[in-house]
């Protein structure tokens, strides 16, 4: 089977869609072209699958991106047995192209609720552009198949879909967490709590704890991290390939999830604390409803109230003070994501929905 894979928004380097994803279809077999904004990111294609490099869609410069995309889409339609589309803003590259093969959304995030996340959409833009995301997903639902990333995504479409979660690569064996260095790993923006972990970090300071972000920050949020790493408070390594970038959680204290409460994150699962646990390193998380029942339910970390760094740093020092409650937390949620998010688990089941889709025998 021959897939075409496409984004315009995100990394290409992207833990879903890389790491994840075409990795299990070129692990079963599988040939992969996956067209994504190599140039714009300044990453190459990695040598596994066969790299097309696309504009990306920043911000209010959307259209020329799809374009290129809708390009790439009519010119390998016939050369391919499946695409997969990972951005809304692709649903505008494949409607209305004829004699295409099956397309699948794979649907990331809320894309509606998203919109208040969004500081370059103007306010009284947002409702229009909310009608049109709700009706594009309906024209999607009716004219492709649909991958979703949460359960909580299905009371927004009329159809069962499979979910195909964000679960992590769970080692086989862990280092135990230690107790001077606290990490955060992911997108970093005011509304994932930016500022609360530089807070965090000044207030760390005088107890040698040190903190570190990895990720690719907003450019609303990258002056303000670029102060705090020149003045020491910090350690900022910006983006990172997924492969590369878990490895930094090995022995951490604890690891750091800052999300606001945005609506679009209260159905959300944050990828980052399955790959803490994964990690075997405790989680402090803010109070969304998805991170709390994973957390308590595994007994896996701390949970502190939103907007609240004092808060992080004296979970952050009673997990550095007790060794034994640090490394128990951390054990049992490697434990549980070992159990039930090893993403080979559902990864199989990912393949063979495709499979199905495309008409090929596995």
């Known amino acids: 089977m021959h897939v075409l894979v496409m984004t315009v928004v995100h990394h290409p380097e992207d833990a879903r869609i890389l790491h994840r994803q075409i990795r299990a279809l070129v692990d079963a077999g599988h040939e992969v072209t996956y067209a994504a904004p190599y140039t714009a990111r300044g990453v190459m294609a990695r040598s596994w699958v066969n790299g097309v490099d696309l504009p990306r869609a920043a911000e209010r410069k959307r259209f020329a991106a799809v374009r290129a995309a809708r390009k790439v889409f009519k010119r390998m339609r016939s050369q391919v047995d499946l695409v997969v589309i990972h951005d809304p803003e692709l649903l505008l590259a494949v409607v209305g192209v004829r004699k295409r093969p099956p397309v699948v959304w794979d649907v990331h995030e809320d894309t509606p609720a998203t919109l208040s996340l969004k500081p370059w959409l103007p306010a009284f833009l947002r409702p229009p552009v909310r009608f049109l995301a709700r009706l594009l997903e309906g024209t999607a639902e009716r004219h492709l198949h649909l991958l979703l990333a949460e359960t909580a995504y299905a009371g927004r479409f009329r159809q069962a879909h ?22 955060y790993l992911g997108w970093l923006s005011g509304a994932r709590g930016v500022r609360e972990a530089i807070e965090v970090a000044r207030l760390l300071q005088p107890y040698r704890v040190a903190v570190e972000l990895i990720g690719y920050a907003d450019p609303q949020s990258r002056p303000t991290l670029n102060e705090a790493v020149a003045e020491g408070v910090l350690e900022w390594r910006d983006f990172m390939p997924n492969d590369e970038a878990l490895k930094r959680l090995d022995g951490a204290l604890a690891g750091l999830s800052l ?62 003070d007790d060794a034994r409650e640090r490394y128990a937390r951390g054990a049992r949620g490697y434990a549980a994501a070992r159990a039930n998010h090893h993403w080979p688990n559902s990864a199989r089941r990912f393949v063979a929905q495709l499979e199905a889709w495309a008409g090929v025998k596995s």
């Open 162 to 183: 499979l979910v195909v979660p964000n679960e992590t690569w769970v080692p086989d064996e862990v280092t135990p967490p230690g107790d001077d260095r606290v990490v």
């Open 259 to 320: 999300l606001h409460d945005e609506p679009n994150y209260r159905h959300s699962m944050p990828t980052k604390i399955v790959e803490y646990m994964a990690h075997g390193i405790p989680v402090i998380t803010t109070p969304s409803p998805r991170a709390v029942e994973l957390v308590e339910r595994y007994d896996s970390g701390m949970v502190v109230p939103w907007r609240d760094p004092k808060a992080v740093a004296q979970a952050v020092l009673f997990l550095r």
